[in-house]
């Protein structure tokens, strides 16, 4: 009778143990998910900005504020121009 | 004090009937909205969106991606200040002129959405003006890197009836399926922070990410195409205009520019009529760049020579009440088959028309692709459908070998002429070269879809496209073997041709020798000049120019 009291009351700690692991886990879980969901942000942020930094419309941009001509507009000018060395 | 007893009695029964009888209510009657209340307590169900799927041009450059974006929200309740002065701050950050004042002041509402597609900048600039009673809720819009770039190629992403997104012409439209993905869901016991508890339970359905899309299509042509026909619709005070270039071997789509276009990503502030490709949804009198389909029908066909002399190219052409004349009004007696496309001459190929004869012109403008769709992978195509073979008449004929009365889409008419630049074969235009996800790919091939003309029909008539270009006064890339077309086309309006307003055109193909693109452009309604030659030629040599130096293609001679 003794032991089935002692193997109850052990099951019932170790239930107790599992329980509180669970709900630990939990929160150890959310946390990663939370970390992974700021770092798929942070990546879909760095993507968007180095693809926008890429694109052509941005270095022609940046070309022109440089003070670059395209060829197209030099032949328009009729200048010589070297394409390569 | 038996009363009294009874009495308490009495009062205990009462008391211990009312509690049965609400348990009865709570267990039995009211069980349900119960056990669902207890359950939005205890458990989490949400759905995790699925991010939809990018679309790369051909040299995996993102052209459509997704990035994080705030709904911003108000809780009328929560708010402390009036709403002309929550307009006055959010002035400059949002889009204000939409917020309806009158619903503000309806304090019953607790949530009322003020603007969407906010980036996080714009999230931050609203959160330090500290506005009790403002919110935000997360969510993915798409993102261009390259602007407006290929807008009309590209569709946009809206909302359906439903409230979800889904994508409307273009690719966004034909790919919408590919492109969403599959919404996930979380289901599981939460503890009183929240977090999950996994010992109870716990159903995780993770979401299926949308494909994404490797397209043909080649960004710095469709920068250097949309980029050259701006500038030339500005310059010949033209309407509108539209380049097409594909690779005459395989169908592929390298570049689709249409001008004016609009912002995909603020769809919603340009008018409907521009969200339509004009490459695939318009259809127009393709005029003198039909000739060389017509030239192609008739060599194969066996109903003319190349050599052949024109016997009836002496002067204007009379089918019963109509007259027949060249563009010019100048005529070659002794035109060969050659001469007839280097003179774009209209009674020259009226001469072709009717020794190739109806039925057998029909034909061939089947085998060419007219009179069904293409099939190319964009949302929105437009059947320009042929007349009934019954409905033509002699007139008909005749003014069809020259490109009137005929109607294709410019999709059409490049495709056609792609069967001259490849040898004689007809493939179908593809835009889109693989669709790919994390673990699988799925690459299309190049669609072949017969074969209109032989290779040695194809020669023939690419040289007699190389002369064509040759003897004329432009100017043009020096040391390329071009083969192309001008064309000049009537509109027509109410049962008559507008005699003011014209869409010129060139199309062709180069290297002729061994073409590796063939490209058609056309600007309606030009002011500066009406001809495909002074107007749509510039412009194609321009990007030809550019093309050659891009792809490093040497020079024929």
New interface residues.
């Given amino acids: 009778m003794k032991k089935i009291a002692f193997a109850f009351i052990l099951c019932l700690i170790l239930k107790l143990l599992?329980?509180g692991q669970?709900?630990l886990?939990?929160?150890t879980?959310?946390g990663l998910d939370e970390e992974i969901l700021s770092l798929k942000?942070e990546n879909?942020?760095l993507?968007?900005e180095i693809?926008?930094n890429?694109?052509?419309?941005h270095i022609?941009q940046k070309a022109a504020e440089s003070g670059f001509v395209s060829?197209?507009e030099l032949?328009k000018k009729d200048s010589s121009v070297a394409?390569r060395p | 004090m038996n009363f009294r007893i009874r009495l308490l009695s009495f009062f205990f029964l009462l008391c211990f009937g009312i509690i049965i009888g609400k348990l009865f209510y709570w267990q039995v009657i009211d069980r349900e909205r119960l056990v669902s209340l207890a359950a939005q307590q205890y458990y989490t169900d949400y759905q995790v969106s699925a991010p939809r799927g990018k679309i790369l041009t051909a040299d995996n450059?993102?052209l459509v991606?997704?990035?994080?974006s705030y709904l911003l929200y108000v809780n009328p309740q929560e708010l402390e200040i009036s709403p002309e002065k929550l307009k006055e701050k959010l002035e400059g950050i949002v889009d204000t002129s939409r917020i309806d004042q009158q619903v503000l002041r309806e304090k019953k509402l607790v949530w009322f959405a003020l603007a969407k597609d906010l980036t996080?900048e714009k999230k931050q600039a609203i959160e330090k003006l500290q506005i009790k009673g403002l919110g935000f809720e997360e969510g993915?819009t798409r993102?261009y890197?390259?602007?407006s770039?290929s807008a009309q190629l590209l569709g946009f992403v809206g909302e359906s009836e439903n409230g979800e997104k889904k994508g409307y012409f273009g690719l966004e439209g034909y790919y919408d399926h590919e492109l969403r993905g599959q919404p996930g869901r979380n289901f599981f016991e939460?503890?009183a922070?929240?977090?999950?508890?996994?010992?109870t339970g716990f159903f995780e359905e993770q979401p299926i990410a949308g494909r994404n899309l490797l397209l043909n299509l080649d960004?710095?042509l469709q920068?250097v195409a949309e980029k050259?026909l701006k500038e030339g619709v500005e310059r010949y005070g033209a309407s509108s205009g539209l380049v097409l270039i594909m690779n005459p071997k395989t169908g592929a789509v390298l570049a689709m520019a249409a001008f004016p276009s609009y912002d995909p990503a603020t769809y919603f502030r340009f008018e409907p009529d521009l969200f339509r490709n004009p490459v695939i949804s318009s259809v127009f009198e393709p005029g003198s760049i039909f000739k060389v389909i017509v030239m192609a029908s008739a060599l194969e066909a066996g109903a003319v020579e190349p050599d052949e002399i024109c016997t009836q190219c002496n002067g204007p052409r009379q089918i019963h009440d109509y007259s027949i004349q060249t563009w010019n009004d100048k005529y070659f007696p002794d035109s060969s088959m050659t001469d007839i496309i280097v003179h774009s001459d209209n009674v020259g190929m009226v001469y072709v028309a009717e020794k190739l004869g109806l039925e057998r012109f029909y034909q061939y403008l089947e085998k060419f692709g007219f009179g069904k769709k293409t099939e190319i992978d964009l949302q929105g195509e437009l059947k320009a459908s042929l007349r009934k073979k019954e409905d033509w008449y002699e007139i008909d004929l005749a003014t069809a070998s020259f490109g009137q009365g005929i109607a294709v889409t410019p999709i059409q008419i490049l495709k056609a002429v792609c069967a001259l630049a490849s040898g004689g074969e007809l493939y179908r235009p593809q835009v889109v070269k693989k669709i790919f996800e994390d673990e699988r790919s799925i690459t299309i091939e190049p669609k072949k879809e017969g074969r209109p003309i032989s290779a040695k029909t194809a020669k023939i008539v690419t040289q007699m496209m190389i002369e064509a270009v040759e003897k004329a006064q432009w100017k043009k890339p020096v040391g390329y073997k071009i083969a192309g077309k001008t064309g000049t086309a009537q509109v027509p309006i109410a049962g008559h041709y507008d005699p003011d307003k014209t869409v010129a055109s060139f199309v062709g193909f180069a290297p002729a020798d061994n073409p590796q693109f063939a490209m058609l452009v056309t600007i309606k309604e030009p002011t500066a000049s009406p001809w495909g030659a002074t107007t749509a030629v510039p412009i194609w040599m321009?990007i030809a120019?550019?093309i050659f130096?891009l792809w490093e293609i040497p020079p024929s001679s």
């Avoid at chain 1, 890429?54 to 419309?57: G, K, M």
Wanted: charged letters at 25%.
């Fill in positions: 599992l329980l669970g709900v886990s939990g929160g879980v959310a942000e879909l942020k993507e968007a693809a926008q890429l694109s052509y419309h022609a060829l197209s032949a394409l | 450059f993102p991606l997704n990035r994080q996080e993915e993102f890197p390259e602007a770039m939460k503890d922070l929240g977090r999950p508890m996994f010992l960004r710095a920068y050259h321009e120019e550019e130096r």
